[in-house]
């Protein structure tokens, strides 16, 4: 006769078994490019915040350092 913890460590395996195959169909009928645009969004590099900036950080990072010695 079976004790609770083994029927409980029965139904565990056997759901984490169901689950696997859930997780792996799920996975073979993912659509990657359409994923992909959910997670990113739309790549319009002409909008922020994908969008070129006129300077870089390290321009702007001289710039404050020269006013903090007061070049500035």
Known sequence: MMNDATRWMQAWRSAG???EGIRREELRSIDGRKTLALLTGPA???TEP????PSSGLVE?????KK?????
């Not at 994908?50 to 900036?53: E, G, N, S, T």
């Open 44 to 46: 319009d590099y002409r």
């Open 17 to 19: 078994e169901a689950l």
């Open 50 to 53: 994908r969008k070129a900036r």
């Open 61 to 65: 990072q001289q710039r404050w350092f």
């Open 68 to 72: 903090a010695r007061g070049d500035a």
